[in-house]
């Protein structure tokens, strides 16, 4: 059985040995159709030797590890322009960005949200909606969230 908490130490350990950050990891599909999906960044931006470099050297460790049994699909790429935001750093490290942010329950009527990220304090994020109002989520209620384009 593949354990996706012990898959991320490991990966985390090659990511950032090449002086890249582990966005997310993402492990989907059906018996025959499985893929593990990593996203990596790092400031300059990501590119196609990077990819190619954590593939090659995740997917050598995971199948000496033997960390997924039967086949595969190892994916390695960016996190693109609508990346998840997944850790604390990320929402200082994103705040004046446009980001959507979609909760667990109900908050204020609804369970979606868009607006400017104004930043974390302590365990809420606080993000400024198109009408200039503020409303704070505490990150347990964040079921998703995202940077968003502007279109």
């Known amino acids: 059985m593949f354990d996706l908490d012990r898959a991320k130490g490991i990966i985390e350990k090659v990511v950032s040995s090449?002086?890249?950050?582990?966005?997310?990891?993402?492990?989907?599909?059906?018996?025959?159709?499985?893929?593990?999906r990593i996203y990596i960044d790092?400031?300059?931006?990501?590119?196609?030797?990077?990819?190619e470099l954590i593939s090659?050297?995740?997917?050598?460790?995971?199948?000496?590890?033997?960390?997924?049994?039967?086949?595969?699909?190892?994916?390695?790429?960016?996190?693109?322009?609508?990346?998840?935001?997944?850790?604390?750093s990320?929402?200082?490290?994103?705040?004046?960005?446009?980001?959507?942010?979609?909760?667990?329950q109900t908050m204020d009527g609804a369970k979606s949200f868009r607006g400017t990220l104004v930043g974390l304090e302590g365990e809420t994020v606080t993000l400024e909606l198109k009408n200039a109002r503020l409303i704070q989520i505490p990150l347990t209620s964040i079921a998703r969230a995202n940077l968003d384009i502007d279109f």
């Open 18 to 36: 090449e002086s890249l950050e582990l966005v997310d990891i993402e492990f989907k599909g059906s018996l025959n159709n499985r893929v593990l």
């Open 56 to 88: 090659d050297r995740v997917g050598t460790v995971l199948d000496i590890e033997d960390m997924i049994p039967g086949s595969y699909h190892l994916e390695v790429s960016s996190p693109g322009l609508t990346r998840r935001l997944t850790k604390e």
């Open 42 to 51: 790092k400031p300059s931006g990501v590119t196609h030797k990077d990819c």
């Open 90 to 104: 990320d929402f200082q490290h994103f705040r004046g960005r446009l980001v959507k942010i979609q909760t667990r």
